[in-house]
């Protein structure tokens, strides 16, 4: 069964970069027809999508966050992560990671609270 | 602001059927298809309904999906105490070079 857990710090500083890995376990991160992908949600808010990557290294971003975010994918390891850089308190939230098919995330991290705070 | 717009809160009574609109543009659902989620409490979301009316294995058919135009909705009949979460409905979006955008959430509430 797939799954996939984030992992990074829980607290990071204002004007710095926020780093996450996703580590997929259950199956392989090189499938075809899978792109693997970051959401967020802010406390008592919404979700919004970061952006996600296709194993041989193509990206889609979120246009809204596309100036402060990169994610990248190791095949090797399974895993894939996210960096957003410049961050600010309204970049604290719940952020998951998870398998998209088509447009659909079919699996989910169970997700890390990140806060941004000095 | 979200790109796709839900009601913020919706409720019913057990056994009542209720549904949640979800409105977009042509850009995103007047030209993809629809997908649902469903986030209880303290927990991540999972996904309820895919390509429009598709349900993974393991959802109940109580939950049904739909779409015209440049709108969709979730129905739920048979409505449960157990069914008392957050809603989402999310599609692709194809301007910008293409991205998922997602509706602002639905409360739904079981009285």
């Known amino acids: 069964q797939l799954q996939l857990q984030e992992s990074g710090p829980g607290l990071v500083k204002p004007s710095e970069t926020l780093s996450l890995t996703c580590t997929v376990s259950g199956g392989s991160i090189s499938s075809s027809s899978y792109y693997w992908g970051w959401i967020r949600q802010p406390p008592g808010k919404g979700l919004e999508w970061i952006g996600s990557?296709?194993?041989?290294?193509?990206?889609y971003y979120n246009p809204s966050l596309k100036s402060r975010v990169t994610i990248s994918v190791d095949t090797s390891k399974n895993q894939f992560s996210l960096k957003l850089s410049s961050v600010t308190a309204a970049d604290t939230a719940v952020y998951y990671c998870a398998r998209r098919y088509l447009a659909a995330a079919v699996n989910w991290g169970q997700g890390t609270l990140v806060t941004v705070s000095s | 602001q979200s790109v796709l717009t839900q009601p913020p809160s919706a409720s019913g009574t057990p056994g009542q059927r209720v549904t949640i609109s979800c409105s977009g543009s042509s850009s995103n659902i007047g030209s993809n298809t629809v997908n649902w989620y469903q986030q209880l409490p303290g927990t991540a979301p999972k996904l309820l309904i895919y390509s429009n009316n598709q349900r993974p294995s393991g959802v109940p058919d109580r939950f049904s999906g739909s779409k015209s135009g440049t709108s969709a909705s979730l129905a739920i009949s048979g409505l449960q105490s157990e069914d008392e979460a957050d809603y989402y409905c999310a599609a692709w979006d194809d301007s910008l070079n293409g991205h998922v955008v997602f509706g602002g959430g639905t409360k739904l509430t079981v009285l």
């Open positions: 990557i296709y194993y041989s290294g193509s990206t």
